[in-house]
């Protein structure tokens, strides 16, 4: 088993005549919080979605777990264990707080159209087991109290934290957070520190794209930075942030005064 | 958990409430409208699964009652199979069918989805009418044989009403068991957010295709129960207006909710009997396109102020109501 657990190369992605990326590499290693970050319309989320397969990608290869996934579909990439939130959330509203972990579970649970008609033996089991699990997710990030109202009546930030539950009840290899601190709070934003470190302790890997500077220097063990569809730099927090060019497209002096949300 | 004893208590009544009504109506005309409702209900509940839960539109639900309805009576009284036997396996059939056409359809998305599946409907006439030597035509096919089970055969109305009612409750329970399940939720999150549906590995696709393939299934067999009861069907009752009857059925009956498509059925079946009782004095000349109008109508009133369909969207209205409200808050304080 190799320690790098997801390899990208050469990755291409055009919009029309936008070109959101140009031949990225990236290589996140088995057990590292690893951070993508950079302006507005670099390419971050673009990035996401064509390793986790939400869009297919132009060009290039992405090997994940030993297996090629650049063009497979998403749920085929989803179940081998790359599982990914959404910058714009991506919550079932229609469902309930605890619903939305259930179907979290769905890639580890087996009832299908006609077992599920015929109550089959074992349905009954299988859905109190995913019941109790998906509970236990909520309690991970705190929404626990809330499992039997109306996802898309949760407040903002509490959204966030139902895709980070929902996302880790799929028990992923490697969880890809996209701007999981936007909109959040100061509070919220500390909690939701802690939490992206019990999940690394857990043995997740983690590629988190944000903008929150302290967030991210603080988490991430290694950092690549986006500039126009292209890779500016990566290494250590330490190495990018000392980095002439990312600190000319990106970080600016002194960025540390000034956090990208209040 | 709480929910669950009163829902028991509705089905049972239900029940009672169907076994009785024969003996209470002995005008055959009427038990056989309340055979209608129930067929209507077989077909609204799988068009509720594919619109309401799994979000797809589908313009072309009639399609498949044609399918299975013709099946039916061509595998019993073309090919002799016994009607016992052509039943299910129309309704297999009309499943069958309702996958492989999936299979194109799916790649669509949306308004081109719904284009697609009424087009499947308007060819699907199309070949009714013109096969003529298969089908009967524009006439129609008739002398279909009633079904026999044993020795008993379903060939008064009130035989068919209880068959007809029995099946209808078969179709609700396995609706209500795959809706309250695994399959059910990944159904409703295809439809909150298929992208995200796709991220914690939920085939959207193979979900929409067995949905639809269970629909049709539901239609075929609903289909065949029709051809059996009436003994007698032409393509004009499997045209693209059935097809909008019904969806106005699936939306009046609040779209993803198995128990409202017995309370859409039974709706636009009344309405369109009313209609067509009384409008016709008052609308001379007119024939079916009356019918059409007001559903069209009803359709885009519940679509606009109540989306959720009219059971469901009602109940919140009423909710919301500020004299409900207040009743509520004043019962609470007590
Ligand atoms: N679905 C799409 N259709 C067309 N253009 C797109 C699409 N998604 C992204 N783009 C374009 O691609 C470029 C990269 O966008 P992307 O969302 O990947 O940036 P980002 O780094 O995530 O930015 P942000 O920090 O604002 O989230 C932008 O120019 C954007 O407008
Ligand atoms: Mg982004």
Redesign the interface.
């Known amino acids: 088993m190799s320690d790098t657990l997801l390899q990208a190369r050469q990755i291409y992605k055009a919009f029309g005549g936008v070109q959101a990326v140009t031949g990225v590499d990236l290589a996140i290693q088995r057990g590292e919080i690893f951070a993508l970050i950079g302006p507005n319309g670099a390419g971050k989320t673009t990035t996401f979605n064509v390793i986790s397969g939400t869009h297919a990608l132009d060009q290039g290869e992405v090997i994940f777990d030993g297996h090629a996934i650049h063009g497979q579909a998403a749920h085929r990439i989803a179940a081998l264990g790359l599982v990914r939130t959404f910058q714009n959330l991506q919550i079932f509203g229609t469902l309930t707080v605890l619903e939305n972990v259930m179907v979290g579970r769905h890639m580890h649970t087996r009832t299908g159209f006609v077992t599920a008609a015929l109550r089959w033996p074992g349905v009954r089991a299988e859905e109190r087991e995913t019941r109790a699990r998906a509970q236990a997710y909520l309690k991970v990030v705190g929404l626990d109290g809330r499992a039997d109202e109306p996802a898309g009546s949760l407040p903002f930030g509490q959204q966030r934290l139902l895709e980070i539950a929902r996302a880790l009840a799929a028990e992923p290899k490697l969880l890809m957070l996209d701007e999981p601190a936007a909109g959040l709070t100061r509070p919220e934003i500390d909690a939701l520190n802690s939490l992206i470190r019990r999940i690394q302790a857990e043995g997740v890997t983690i590629v988190l794209v944000e903008h929150d500077m302290n967030l991210v220097m603080g988490l991430a063990n290694r950092v690549a930075v986006l500039h126009y569809g292209r890779k500016l730099a990566d290494g250590t927090p330490a190495e990018v942030q000392a980095d002439e060019r990312v600190i000319g497209a990106y970080l600016g002096v002194g960025w540390d005064a000034a956090p990208a949300y209040a | 958990m709480k929910t669950v004893a009163p829902a028991q208590w509705a089905g049972l009544g239900l029940v009672i409430a169907l076994a009785v009504i024969p003996l209470l109506v002995r005008n055959n005309y009427q038990i056989f409208i309340l055979i209608l409702i129930a067929v209507d209900t077989i077909l609204t509940v799988g068009l509720s699964l594919v619109m309401g839960y799994a979000g797809q539109v589908s313009l072309g639900h009639a399609t498949f009652f044609g399918v299975g309805a013709y099946a039916t009576a061509l595998l019993s009284a073309r090919f002799g199979w016994p009607p016992a036997l052509a039943l299910p396996a129309a309704a297999g059939l009309t499943a069958l069918a309702g996958y492989l056409l999936g299979v194109p359809i799916f790649r669509l998305r949306g308004h081109y989805l719904a284009m697609a599946t009424l087009g499947l409907n308007v060819i699907f006439i199309l070949i009714l009418k013109n096969e003529a030597e298969v089908t009967g035509g524009p006439s129609g096919f008739t002398d279909i044989p009633p079904l026999a089970l044993g020795g008993l055969t379903f060939d008064s109305d009130v035989k068919m009403y209880y068959l007809v009612w029995a099946v209808t409750l078969g179709v609700l329970w ?2 209500l ?2 809706v309250n ?6 159904l ?2 295809i ?3 298929e ?10 696709n193979a979900y929409k295709l ?2 639809f393939a ?1 629909a049709a299934g539901f239609a075929g067999l609903a289909g065949g129960l029709y051809a059996q009861a009436i003994h007698f069907i032409s393509p004009s009752s499997f045209d693209v207006l059935v097809s909008i009857e019904l969806v106005t059925m699936a939306a009046v009956g609040g779209l993803a909710s198995v128990w409202g498509s017995i309370f859409g059925a039974a709706t636009v079946v009344l309405l369109a009997q009313f209609i067509r009782d009384r409008m016709g004095v008052l609308l001379a000349g007119a024939s079916g396109e009356q019918e059409i109008i007001v559903f069209g109508l009803l359709l885009v009133v519940i679509m606009v102020f109540l989306p959720e369909g009219l059971t469901v969207g009602g109940l919140r209205v009423l909710r919301a109501w500020p004299i409900t409200r207040r009743l509520r808050a004043a019962r609470d304080q007590t």
Request: glycine share 8%.
């Open positions: 396995l609706s068991n795959v399940s695994r399959v059910g939720r990944a409703r999150a439809h909150a957010s992208v995200a549906a796709e991220a914690l590995g939920v085939d959207a067995k949905v269970m």
